[in-house]
């Protein structure tokens, strides 16, 4: 840091004639307002915007009525099919391969009155199972292979254990008659493990299981499914398309901007007339990623935040546009039993015939607003100069850059007050900078870690060192010899430290604590602990054969390095806070440094270390250990030397001239 950039910052820059921001301002602003206020609001605009309102409410009501009404007669027709299978004393209650013709008539015979089926199957407790799947999918037909003229493809299982397992594929044509028949490789598929079968079994009432996206079709789709009364442990289910659901969603919109969907009774959204979003939402849900907390379209976000109590009509504000939302209960429905229906249009895009009157009406006072900018532009210019100014020396003291600031002139009071009061306050951080890592403090507001007490778990590497007989040496110097020898010694570990993308935590007498991954992310801080750790040693060689030189003696270090999970956070008093580490990580990063001196090493690493660190570090292992204050006893490993980096980018410069050094 250059001399210009401590010194003194001078007392106040003198100014010619101020006057308040404020009457700058006002004054701006009230030409501007007098001009446009009077033409801007008209008795006709607002009478055409309630008339709009009213009609966008009616017809919202129309198309959620509609889309309740769809999925009724989808669940209905669905819900009976099913019901009625499972409901009567049929060939179901006995599994495949008997009575498999009867099955085999009556779920084709279900399968061409649905159109919206993508399959029904019956499993049974045993593990036995059959399925019927319409042909008319191309998806379904390139799955199986389908043979022309098939329309009806049926999967027979047999139970597990049978002495010859029989699993057959067949392939019905428009009248039923089998056209071919496969033998089937057991995939040890078991219908008792699937959602649907464990959501219905030993039930009295039909379950719904989804929406989900169809592993073959890759269409949305749902499941009913219900148990056999005459057997518990049957259960009939059937899988729906729900593509038409959602195309009438995209289809029958009110207006371009206007977005429909349907949501569960804990706020998470199921259906979406956006397809590309509604793929997402289903892919995340189905890798159990979905947070409601965290939607992912803002607008989505907005409405859900806006929604209406009951059946209502809210509005929202939700990214510069106001929205209406509309919601309304699924009753009475199996398949959407508790959902939700919700409709949102822009306000804009409904009131756009009288937005249309309104912009004629602003031509008119055209060049009123005109002459009023220009005097509101002219106005802000003498404020914004300044204001731009000081904003660039913010941003450096928010940095922690203490350069040099720049004196900032302005004709407005406030403005030429805040100047004084940023240098001011500059010149007390800059003092304030000294006694705290400046590094540490900007990565640490950078990943927002300093937001006051408290901490987190995180996965860190941990590395502490100590001077051999540090004791004995500072015995025989003054503690002013010392304290200068130190001030060197320190120097090497926070530049090279720094470099490897560690921040040293705290100086504790001749002892370092330094740590990787904390407060900012470092994919390999095993790593670069290791290689600041080799790359210390060689700095220190150095160094002592200097010290050597000048009649002083060496100061031989060594090194604990381990890895785990800590508490890392902020600790301390009100007033007065560190950031640090805490916990078992942290205790045995310190025995491992006070270690070195049972085994004659410098640089000591647990095996949490050596698998983080791959090829990249060269380890020679030392066998078990028992490390004070654990319970189990610990693989040791001391650090060797280091591989050069080939197919990576190192996370720093320093640390590819290390390896290329090696």
């Known amino acids: 840091m250059s001399e210009q950039s401590v010194g003194p910052v001078a007392k106040g820059i003198s100014a010619g004639w101020t006057r308040s921001l404020r009457s700058l301002l006002g004054l701006a602003m009230a030409a501007l307002l007098i001009a446009v206020s009077g033409t801007l609001v008209g008795f006709g605009y607002w009478r055409a915007r309630d008339s709009a ?18 999925l009724g007669i989808l669940s209905g027709r669905t819900t009976a099919l099913v019901g ?37 199957y019956a499993g049974y407790p045993d593990g036995a199972f059959i399925q019927a799947v319409d042909l008319r999918a191309q998806a379904w037909r390139k799955a199986l292979d389908a043979p022309a003229g098939a329309v009806v493809a049926v999967r027979s299982m047999e139970p597990e254990g049978a002495e010859a397992r029989n699993n057959r594929l067949i392939f019905l044509d428009k009248d039923g008659n089998q056209m071919l028949e496969r033998r089937l490789l057991n ?32 269409a949305l789709g749902m499941s009913i499914s219900q148990a056999h009364r005459g057997n518990g442990g049957i259960v009939i289910g059937a899988d729906i398309d729900l593509g038409t659901i959602t195309e009438f969603m995209a289809r029958e919109r009110l207006t371009p901007g206007t977005v429909a969907f349907v949501m569960d009774a804990t706020g998470r959204p199921i259906m979406h007339s956006d397809r590309g979003l509604m793929a997402r939402m289903t892919a995340l849900k189905e890798r159990g990623d979905l947070d409601v907390s965290r939607p992912l ?53 409904l009131t756009a015939a009288a937005s249309r009157n309104l912009y004629q009406g602003l031509a008119i006072a055209a060049a009123i607003v005109i002459l009023g900018l220009m005097t509101a532009l002219f106005m802000a210019r003498l404020i914004t100069q300044s204001l731009g100014q000081l ?8 940095d922690l850059d203490f350069t040099a600031p720049s004196e900032v002139s302005s004709h407005v009071t406030e403005i030429s007050t805040l100047g004084r009061a940023m240098n001011r306050a500059r010149d007390a951080i800059f003092t304030f900078a000294l006694y705290v890592p400046k590094e540490l403090v900007r990565k640490g507001i950078e990943s927002g870690e300093f937001a006051g007490r408290g901490g987190r778990r995180q996965e860190v590497t941990a590395w502490f060192t100590d001077i051999y007989d540090f004791t004995t040496l500072s015995e025989q110097r003054t503690p002013e010899e010392v304290l200068a020898l130190l001030s060197d010694y320190f120097d090497i570990f ?39 750790a080799l790359a210390v040693e060689r700095r220190l060689t150095v160094f002592n054969a200097d010290l050597k030189a000048r009649g002083l003696p060496e100061l031989r270090t060594r090194f604990g390095v381990h890895t785990g999970t800590a508490v890392v956070g902020s600790v301390g008093a009100r007033e007065r806070l560190q950031y640090t580490a805490m916990g078992d990580t942290v205790n045995v990063a310190s025995r491992l440094e006070g270690m070195n001196k049972v085994y004659g090493t410098a640089i000591l690493a647990s095996s949490a270390v050596v698998a983080q660190c ?5 380890f020679r292992p030392l066998g078990e250990a028992q490390v004070k204050g654990r319970a189990t006893a610990l693989e040791l490993y001391e650090v060797v030397g280091e591989k050069a980096h080939t197919d990576r980018q190192p996370d720093c410069p320093e640390a590819e001239e290390t390896a290329e050094r090696s």
């Open 53 to 70: 309102l009213v009609n966008a409410e009616a017809d919202m009501r129309a198309f959620s009525d509609r889309l309740v009404d769809r």
């Open 187 to 218: 995939t040890g598929f078991d219908p008792t493990k699937r959602p649907w079968y464990q959501a219905a079994v030993n039930g009295m009432k039909p379950a719904a299981i989804g929406p989900y996206t169809m592993a073959t079709t890759g």
């Open 494 to 532: 926070n530049e090279t430290v720094s470099a490897h993308g560690g921040e040293i935590i705290q100086f504790l007498g001749d002892s370092v604590f330094a740590m990787w991954n904390a407060p900012v992310a470092n994919e390999r801080h095993a790593e670069n602990a290791c290689r600041c």
């Open 84 to 120: 009625f299978t499972a409901s009567i004393a049929n060939s179901f209650l006995v599994p495949p391969p008997e009575r498999l013709g009867d099955k085999i008539t009556l779920l084709r015979e279900i399968i061409a009155q649905s159109p919206d089926l993508d399959g029904i």
């Open 297 to 349: 379209d803002p607008l989505l976000a907005g409405i859900r935040a806006n929604l209406p109590k009951d059946s209502g009509v809210s509005f929202a504000d939700i990214g510069g546009r106001t929205y209406i939302v509309m919601a309304t209960s699924v009753k009475s429905i199996v398949l959407l039993a508790g959902h939700r229906t919700v409709v949102a249009a822009p306000l804009d895009e």
């Open 614 to 618: 791959g090829d990249a570090i060269i």
């Open 391 to 398: 904003t660039a020396n913010a941003n450096r003291l928010q």
